[in-house]
């Protein structure tokens, strides 16, 4: 589990694999994960359960009123999944919850400069909208 912390924004990385409500438990406490402006949730898209688990972190996430942060699912090891389980699983997200999802690699640089550019963007566009919300 990783945090960024870019200028002015705090962004955390959520990997929960296996039992998801256990992995996101032991990334922090609630009031870091609270205190984001961005969820990044890394998904191994090589795993047939994958769903499953985004599906049970959403839960988690709802039960404990976290829902409302922002987030994004990167779908990680796209390098090795079934390029046609990828498509699935990113059109159910969409469907699911209407949540954004990138596909990356981690070996693949270019991907995760990619997500990182997609984060800064979206956190433009937060603090831009906090802006015109607090009438500035």
Known sequence: HRKADLPGHFVRFV????????GLAQVATLEEIADSDLLVHVVDASNPRALQQIRSVAKILTDLE???????????????????????????????????????????????????????????????????AAGK
Do not use: M, Y
Not at 15 to 22: Q, V
Not at 74 to 88: Q, R, W, Y
């Open 15 to 22: 990997a929960a694999a296996g039992a998801a409500a256990l």
């Open 66 to 132: 976290l829902n409302r942060i922002p987030q994004v699912i990167a779908l990680n090891k796209v390098d090795i999944a079934d390029g046609e389980a990828v498509d699935v699983v990113r059109r159910q997200i969409a469907l699911d919850s209407g949540i954004e999802s990138v596909s990356i690699s981690a070996v693949d640089r270019r991907s995760l400069d990619d997500l990182l550019h997609w984060v800064g963007e979206r956190l433009i566009r937060l603090a831009e909208r906090l802006e015109t």
